[in-house]
Structures are given as structure tokens and as C-alpha cells.
């Protein structure tokens, strides 16, 4: 088939358009030679018989991908003027320059088909409507796409067998730069360095993320960014916020591990953009430690993110406390949920408990937990006085010296800051100085920043003028022995109902910040007391129960009582020894024999005694059935025995007084009852 064939008058009347695409500007700066090969495709238009002046150039998609027709406006503008009718010829160097998407490849060929237009590449011209046309430009189509997955599966997989070895070069975060060898360093800047310690003995010290960004903004100090768009370790300066803290804290770079992998893509909604979500760390792809200098061990991180992970409970709402009211719920106001959150309210009416029901109340679900308050308030007032002891007295000392530390190194980074913003006015105006005076443009704006440079260092110093700190002394002998004996006598007064109700909800207020209570199981409830500084106690207490079922040991507990009184184990000696064991019967500290009866009965095993009363034993009877059916007296009967006139022993498995069914024993017992014999014995049955 040759080109004459193909082209008619009818092209030739209409226009050529050659299209040049490169799919990214890596490419346009560094492929010369390929661009210059498309732009030579006006001689190859002007060689098939259009005059220079037919010829139209589309270039406006250079540096974009053709796995797509987003964001091509030439692409756009070229199917636009096809659909007109205006296009004879598109020439492309090859048909991959026009779409490596298999779906708009061949709506842009049934367009072209549709008006007669041909299509152009370096190995020759093609016409859709044809049948062989449309099968060969199908077939480069689809080659173009394969090349395309073909070539992205290639870097893929070196870029995973790279990350696998932990050996691909990753943006680093601020504080990590890489030498001149590729090799990942600390940051030259000591003051950079010194700052990422801070931030992270701060958190472990107040442990909440709000409370570091509270002590950096307390203390006028700024927190080291990386400089978007440089990889040369540029820094910026900024205001500690919550989420720089939270990523750098996140971060396992600074515990020197090499983590890929981390988040994942994903559409907002369906069809919609993607952005993305972070992953848990068991779902990351790749981990490998020791790749880079260390600002923590990886065991300090492990405890940072359970920390992180541990702080995520949402008490935005309803932060206030209230009004210390006369109730007997010492922790109104001071109780939230440890499953969703919220305050806790107070209920006082069928059982005083503190209840989660905001759900409830707002028609969004059911009410999270139920937790007695006798038994809570107990266990708080217990953390209460254990925190007053005379051993956390004697900690007072360590904790100025651990405080004055951390001021000295508070003040050792505002010198840093100082020295930094210093060096920058001086920088500005020696770069002012050195500009040529008559370069207005320059000068102003080398004189802009002197100024500014200025500006932020009469700032940082007049924060730090104004910044005073109270001197924090040890306890004086004096203070100790006043303290040491107010404590009890406060206790003494506590105990014995001297203080009202609402004097100890305002000394609990005093010490503790909130109170996170979370039923763990029916019977049990973790109490986590957060104390005022943000230093917390947690402990787990054992709530009160109704039946065995809400017991976490309950289903073992009948079990155990079952099988011993299976193996004819009296009651007592059941409840004593599974007491012994731990074991005990809801609202009650331990296991007595009422409670293994009422579970044998309900299971229905019986003791020996009762078989007795509901079989019988075969040859025996009671004593008093036996009075009975002499027609005597039972009371007699039993009188004789106490007087020793009846001689007779409890049956030792029924624990009954047993008579043989026999007619002479029975007569002799008769006379007994009747006064012709004075004394009678009667054998116990062999077991």
C-alpha cells in the first residue's frame, strides 16, 4: 500500500496536525533528541503534499502522561477539530504519543474512521475506516499499553527489591539529611538536633501531645519543618502544632528504622480522588531497622506509640466539671468513659452508678457501661491517699531536681534560638552591605529582610525578658513535719464523717484531673486516675455481681462445684476450699456452704440425705417414719435417743438415724416407745 493510496484530495484540502507529547519534563529537558525528531515531522507533512501553511502544531501536552486524557488540553483540542471535520492527517512520531490507554486509543480511532481522517507515524499512514488500517493501529495500541505496564512492573519491582533491602533513598525527616555519599546523617545543626530531643523527653515526661506543644509555646521556642521542594536539609522555623508534634513522634526514622510502605491510597468516595490513609504497623510493607542515626531506641518509640495510641479518647465534649454538689458520687464531674469518651453521669435511683448514655440519649446507639459507684469511689479514694503518702512526699525533692533540669534545658535552646536569630540579622545585613547601591530593586528587598531578621529577634528576646519562671524549692523540714501530720489527721476526719461530701469532692478535685473508667467484663473495671500535671495511676478493680453468669470465673466455679459434690464432698468442705482457691459468690468475698447448695439444687445433684428422702434405701427407714407407723410420737422417740435409752447412730452417708424395716425390730422399738423395755440398741447399717 503506498501513501498515494491512501492520501486523497479531499486530506489534502483539510488540515495537518502534528502532535508532540513527552510524558514528563524530565524527558523534555533531558531527551533533546527525541523532541527534535517530533518538531521534523513538518518536513515528513510537507513531503506528503500539505503546504507549510496547512501544517498545525499541538505541543501544550509536553511533560504529560498519555496513561490518561486528564489535565492533555492538546489531546482535547486535537479530538475537538477532528470531530469538525478540519483534520485530514494527525502525525505523531508513533501512535504512543497520542494515548497508551487502550480505551481512549480506540474511541480516538473510531472518531478519525468516522471522518475520514488518516493517522501518521514513522513507519507509515494509516486509515481507521479501513479494516487493515483499524487492525494494525489495534494492534499498536495495544502493544503501547503492554509496554507501558510492561515498563512500570520493571521500576516497580526495583524499587520493592531496593525497599526490601532497605537501601531506597526516601524522604527523610527533619534532622535526617543525606552526605555527600547518599549515606543518612543527623543534621549539622546542633540546635536542630538538640530541639528533636526536646520534643521527644517532653512527651515522654508530660505524655499527651498537647501538653509538648503548651511547653514549646510556653517557652517561645520554634519547631524545626523541612523545607518543601529541597533535599539538602533546609529548614524552616515555625510554631509547634499538634500535628507536626504528632509526626515527628510517629516517625520511625528517628528510632533509626527504615519503614515502606506505611500509607496506602485510597478514594475518598467511590470514583472520586484518592488520598492517603495511614496503615498499622503490622501492615506495613517493609521494616528494617538500623538504617539510620538514632534520635531515640526502639524501645522508647515502641512506648511513645502506645502512648499515642493509649491517649485517643476523645474528651472534647463537655469539659467542664460542675458545681461540687452534696450526692454521694465523690467523682461527679471528674468520671468519663473509657470506651467512647464522654462524661459520665450520675444515677442514683434503683442503684447509685455512674452511666455512659449520651448514645442513648441522642438516638445514635445504646448506652456503652454501667459502673457501680461505691465500689469505683472506694478504689479512687484508695489512689487518692497512696499519692499523699509520705513516700510521695520524700519524691518531691527528685521532682525539682528533674524539673530544674528540664529548665536548664529549656533555656539552653532559647540560647540556641537566640544565637540562630542573631546569625540570621547578621547574615541579612552583610548581604545588604555587599549590594551594589544602585540595584534598587535589590537593595530594597536585601533591606525587607534585614528588617524582618530584625523583627524576630527583638520578638524572641522580649519573650524571653518577660519569661519568668518561680523558683522551685526542696520541702523544708518544717513544711515535711506539717505535712506528715495533717495527713492523717485529715484521714482520721475523712473516715469518720467529719467532712461533707462535697469537702471531699473539692480534695479529690484538688489532686486528680479526670477519672477514665472502662468495664473490662461484668465484674471487672479498669480505673485509670489522671492526675493533675498529667501523670496517671491505672488499676483494676472487681465490681460487685448479681449471678454467676456476669462472674468471669463463673462458668468454671459451678462447674467445680459440681463435679466435688459428684464425688459426695460435703457443702462446707466444698465452699472452704474453692474459698481457699479464689473463689467467691456474687455480692459476697466469699464461698459458703448456702451458695454450693443453692448450686447443687439448681443443677439438680443432691446430697446424700435428700436421695434418701426421694429414693429410700431398701431394708431401712427413718426413725421417725418408723415412730409413725407405730403410730408414737416422733418427738419420743428422738427424747429416748438424747436420754440414752435408744441406742443408735447416724447412718454415715445419709446422716440419718436408720432403723431395719424387720417386724422384731420394729416390736422391740414399739415397747421401747410404750415403757415395757427401758433400753434399746439398733445396729448401723454397713455402708
Known amino acids: 500500500m503506498t501513501i498515494s493510496d491512501l492520501i486523497t484530495p479531499d486530506h489534502l484540502a483539510r488540515r495537518a496536525v502534528i502532535y508532540v507529547r513527552q510524558s514528563s519534563p524530565q524527558q523534555v529537558i533531558n531527551h533533546q533528541e527525541g523532541l527534535r525528531l517530533q518538531y521534523d515531522l513538518q518536513q515528513r507533512a510537507i513531503a506528503c503534499g500539505w503546504p507549510e501553511s496547512a501544517i498545525d502544531l499541538i505541543d501544550c501536552d509536553l511533560g504529560q502522561t498519555g496513561r490518561t486524557t486528564t489535565g492533555r488540553i492538546g489531546f482535547a483540542e486535537l479530538v475537538s477539530r477532528v470531530t469538525l471535520g478540519e483534520v485530514g492527517i494527525v502525525f505523531s512520531y508513533d501512535v504512543t504519543r497520542l494515548s497508551r490507554n487502550c480505551s481512549d486509543w480506540y474511541q480516538l480511532l473510531d472518531l478519525c474512521g468516522f471522518r475520514r481522517c488518516l493517522i501518521g507515524d514513522r ?76 520534643v521527644f523527653a517532653t512527651f515522654l515526661r508530660v505524655k499527651s501531645v498537647d501538653g509538648v506543644v503548651r511547653e514549646l509555646r510556653a517557652a517561645g521556642l520554634l519547631l524545626p519543618r523541612r523545607e518543601r521542594g529541597r533535599d539538602d536539609g533546609g529548614v524552616i522555623w515555625r510554631r509547634a502544632t ?28 467511590p470514583g472520586g480522588p484518592s488520598r492517603k490513609h495511614p496503615l498499622p504497623p503490622d501492615q506495613w510493607q517493609f521494616t528494617v531497622p538500623d538504617k539510620y542515626p538514632a534520635y531515640i531506641n526502639r524501645n522508647t518509640y515502641t512506648t511513645i506509640q502506645a502512648m499515642l495510641q493509649d491517649n485517643r479518647q476523645e474528651y472534647d465534649r463537655q469539659r467542664s466539671r460542675g458545681v461540687t454538689r452534696a450526692g454521694t458520687a465523690l467523682l461527679q464531674g471528674l468520671a468519663y468513659c473509657g470506651h467512647c469518651g464522654n462524661k459520665l453521669t450520675v444515677q442514683y435511683h434503683a442503684a447509685a452508678r455512674y452511666l455512659c448514655n449520651r448514645h442513648k440519649v441522642l ?10 459507684i461505691v465500689a469505683v469511689d472506694a478504689c479512687v479514694v484508695r489512689c487518692f491517699w497512696e499519692a499523699l503518702s509520705p513516700a510521695e512526699v520524700d519524691r518531691y525533692d527528685e521532682a525539682v531536681a528533674a524539673l530544674q533540669a528540664q529548665r536548664e534545658q529549656v533555656q539552653r535552646a532559647r540560647k540556641q534560638q537566640l544565637e540562630r536569630l542573631r546569625y540570621e540579622v547578621r547574615l541579612a545585613e552583610k548581604q545588604y552591605r555587599l549590594v551594589d547601591a544602585e540595584n534598587r530593586l535589590v537593595a530594597a528587598e536585601l533591606e525587607r529582610r534585614w528588617e524582618q531578621a530584625l523583627q524576630a529577634l527583638k520578638q524572641a528576646e522580649q519573650e524571653q525578658a518577660h519569661t519568668a519562671e518561680a523558683t522551685l524549692k526542696p520541702l523544708s523540714e518544717d513544711l ?82 459440681l463435679r466435688r459434690a459428684r464425688a459426695r464432698q460435703s457443702d462446707e468442705q466444698i465452699a472452704t476450699e474453692l474459698t481457699a482457691m479464689g473463689y467467691h459468690a456474687p455480692l459476697k468475698q466469699v464461698l459458703n456452704a448456702d451458695s454450693v ?17 426421694r429414693q429410700g434405701v431398701a431394708g431401712w427407714i427413718t426413725l421417725g417414719e418408723a415412730a409413725r407407723r407405730l403410730g408414737e410420737h416422733t418427738g419420743w422417740a428422738y427424747y429416748l435417743v438424747g436420754r440414752k435409752r435408744l441406742i443408735i447412730e447416724r447412718d454415715s452417708e445419709v446422716g440419718l438415724y436408720l432403723v431395719p424395716d ?26
Open 123 to 198: 513507519d507509515g499512514i494509516y486509515d481507521p475506516s479501513s479494516i487493515n488500517g483499524r487492525l494494525l493501529l489495534g494492534l499498536k495500541g495495544q502493544i503501547s499499553e503492554l509496554e507501558l505496564h510492561t515498563i512500570k512492573s520493571r521500576l516497580q519491582a526495583g524499587l520493592i527489591n531496593k525497599a526490601r533491602r532497605g537501601e531506597l533513598v526516601l524522604s527523610l525527616p527533619v534532622g535526617l539529611i543525606r552526605d555527600v555519599a547518599g549515606r543518612a546523617v543527623k543534621h549539622p545543626d546542633q540546635e536542630v538536633r538538640e530541639r528533636i530531643e526536646f
Open 242 to 269: 499538634v500535628p507536626a508534634i504528632c509526626s515527628m513522634l510517629r516517625n520511625p526514622a528517628y528510632a533509626g528504622t527504615f519503614v515502606y510502605g506505611r500509607t496506602r491510597h485510597r478514594p475518598r468516595v
Open 363 to 372: 438516638a445514635c446507639g445504646p448506652e456503652c457501661q454501667r459502673v457501680p
Open 480 to 561: 515535711r513535719a506539717r505535712l506528715a501530720e495533717a495527713r492523717p489527721t485529715l484521714r482520721q476526719m475523712w473516715d469518720e464523717g467529719a467532712l461533707t461530701n462535697v469537702r471531699k469532692k473539692e480534695l479529690l478535685r484538688a489532686a486528680i484531673d479526670k477519672v477514665v473508667l472502662k468495664r473490662l467484663a461484668p465484674d471487672r473495671c479498669e480505673v485509670r486516675v489522671v492526675w493533675k500535671g498529667g501523670d496517671w495511676t491505672t488499676t483494676e478493680l472487681a465490681l460487685p455481681v448479681v449471678t454467676y453468669a456476669e462472674l468471669t470465673d463463673g462458668a468454671k466455679l459451678v462447674a467445680e462445684v
Open 597 to 613: 447448695r443453692r448450686i447443687r439444687l439448681q443443677h439438680g445433684v443432691y446430697s446424700r440425705r435428700a436421695e434418701f428422702y
Open 662 to 687: 424387720k417386724k422384731t425390730i420394729l416390736k422391740k422399738l414399739k415397747d421401747l416407745l410404750r415403757g415395757k423395755r427401758f433400753s434399746l440398741t439398733i445396729e448401723q447399717r454397713s455402708s
